[in-house]
């Protein structure tokens, strides 16, 4: 399996990004599909899960959404209202796990290879 992700860019702050997550070599429509996203100097970081619900992070909440094109077999992460601490790295990721273990990345099989999303204050 193969993620790519891209739509990373800069955008000033209270703008719109969309980032999408096409998938290959499965289809992943059974599969939790999640965005994670490290800032600079910190550690990686759980944003968003789908399955046959959606779960957000506190911060993102509100903010962003997350939705799913089976037929695409792709994710995409529509991003409003950026703040300049949404500066990150985001990446997508694919398993088979359990719900109830969404946020935690070691759950995780299949990660993309991340694009930059940069927000000016």
């Known amino acids: 399996v193969q993620l790519q992700a891209s739509g990373g860019g800069l955008v000033q702050a209270g703008g719109s990004l969309r980032l999408s997550c096409a998938a290959s070599g499965r289809t992943l429509s059974s599969y939790i599909m999640g965005w994670f996203r490290r800032a600079p100097g910190k550690e990686r970081e759980f944003v968003v899960a789908?399955?046959?619900?959606?779960a957000y992070a506190d911060s993102v909440n509100g903010r962003f959404s997350i939705s799913r094109n089976n037929a695409k077999n792709t994710v995409y992460l529509q991003m409003n209202s950026l703040k300049p601490e949404d500066t990150a790295i985001y990446y997508c990721?694919?398993?088979?796990?359990?719900?109830?273990?969404?946020?935690?990345?070691?759950?995780?099989?299949?990660w993309g290879q991340g694009t930059l999303v940069t927000v000016s204050s």
């Open positions: 789908v399955s046959r619900g959606t």
């Open positions: 990721a694919a398993t088979n796990g359990v719900w109830s273990s969404r946020d935690q990345e070691t759950l995780y099989d299949y």
